[in-house]
């Protein structure tokens, strides 16, 4: 069964400080997706990672694609508020296709 | 605007008595999954449809049943719900083969059980 392990699971942090979010497995990943989900409403997809050592960047976040497509981070510089929200990572079975969900990281930004 | 509808966005039931959820999207996606999420945790896969071919996940409860009788519509039965089934609901959708392209998420039922 593969498994990706998100972390940190919580995190409170002051408006203008920096971040990053790590998704790591012992399983290799088709691509893999971040995903931002607000009290109260579905996911929404932030970006696919594909290719190994990939890197994409939507404003202040930047995410990154293992060498190895195992693993991925994203990090967030000079967090606001308005990015409060669980974060999810999600891995594409390459085998079934179906998404492997991390965890989930809980991120609060005070103002 | 295309998207994944998910009725009703609250939905209270009693302990035991059966419940739907419904889903409708506009996307003409072939591809619909229900996800069940509890707090603050990942979403949890119940079982897709790819076109009219239903897959249930192995450790998924015989509690929780799925119809899709068109493309457009999918509900979720909960034959008898228990205090443990009360979360949100998430529904989503996505074309061609499954996994080779994201999936777009309604906003969720969330279930209360009295």
């Known amino acids: 069964t593969q498994l990706l392990e998100q972390s940190p699971q919580f995190l409170s942090i002051q408006e203008g400080e920096n971040l990053t979010v790590y998704c790591n497995s012992s399983s290799v990943f088709s691509s893999l997706q971040w995903y931002r989900q607000e009290p109260g409403e579905g996911p929404v997809l932030l970006v696919t990672?594909?290719?190994?050592?990939e890197v994409k960047k939507l404003k202040r976040l930047t995410f990154q694609f293992g060498d190895a497509r195992k693993d991925s981070s994203l990090h967030i510089t000079a967090a606001q508020p308005g990015d409060t929200g669980l974060y999810l990572c999600a891995g594409v079975d390459g085998n079934t296709g179906k998404l492997i969900f991390g965890q989930g990281t809980t991120l609060q930004v005070k103002p | 605007d295309a998207m994944v509808i998910q009725n009703p966005r609250y939905q209270v039931t009693q302990f035991g008595k059966p419940v739907t959820l419904s889903c409708s999207q506009t996307l003409n996606h072939n591809v619909m999954y229900w996800y069940q999420q509890k707090s603050s945790q990942a979403p949890k896969l119940l079982f897709h449809?790819?076109?009219?071919?239903?897959?249930n996940e192995a450790d998924t409860p015989d509690n929780f049943q799925s119809r899709r009788p068109n493309t457009s519509f999918c509900f979720l039965d909960i034959r008898s719900p228990g205090l443990g089934d009360a979360a949100m609901y998430l529904c989503a959708t996505s074309r061609g083969e499954v996994g080779r392209q994201p999936q777009h998420f309604g906003d969720g039922t969330r279930l209360s059980i009295l």
């Open positions: 990672v594909v290719t190994g050592g």
């Open positions: 449809y790819y076109d009219k071919d239903f897959n």
